[in-house]
């Protein structure tokens, strides 16, 4: 792209870095809503009743099993270690979960500990950081106009591709040393 911020050429062509672009139907592949032949439609329709029958109907039969857990003829399963390995999954499931929510708020616990202490250094360098921050008011002012004069219009057009690019603001930090 040739535009620069101080007010170069306004070109509306795409910058250098994109080298394809890809419109969304192009990616979206929704077969049982596309055009499509009916019965293309009605077969989609058959095997997604299938997957649901067959994602749904465990959950059935081990919730039925467990209600009539005590029950000598009901439920539509009975099987003793059946039930013992639920109650050792579930025993196990109940350690893990109590072991992960006591690990993680005693991780929280040394965080927030430690956060009070990493919030009083200062890790930046102030004289950098308001160079920077000169050198992009005075980029976008020469790019989008004033600052008081962008902030009272409800609306700024900004051309296809003359919006700030990828590396604009790295590249002019390193020009006037602010890296």
Request: glycine residues 6%; proline residues 3%; without cysteine.
């Amino acid at each position: 792209m040739t535009s620069s911020w101080t007010g170069g050429t306004i070109v509306t062509r795409p910058p250098d870095y994109i080298v394809h672009q890809v419109r969304e139907k192009d990616v979206t592949a929704d077969w049982f809503f596309s055009r499509s032949p009916g019965r293309h439609r009605i077969r989609q329709l058959a095997l997604m009743v299938i997957g649901w029958f067959f994602a749904i109907l465990p959950v059935v039969i081990t919730t039925s099993a467990l209600v009539h857990r005590h029950d000598r003829h009901g439920g539509w399963w009975r099987y003793r270690e059946g039930f013992v390995m639920w109650d050792e999954t579930t025993r196990t499931l109940e350690f893990l979960l109590v072991v992960f929510l006591v690990g993680f708020f005693a991780l929280y616990v040394i965080n927030r500990s430690a956060a009070g202490k990493r919030d009083q250094k200062r890790t930046y360098d102030a004289a950098r950081l308001t160079r920077r921050l000169e050198l992009a008011a005075d980029m976008y002012a020469g790019k989008y106009g004033d600052e008081a004069f962008r902030r009272e219009r409800r609306k700024i057009v900004i051309e296809p591709y003359e919006d700030v690019e990828t590396y604009e603001l790295r590249d002019l930090y390193r020009e006037y040393g602010a890296d």
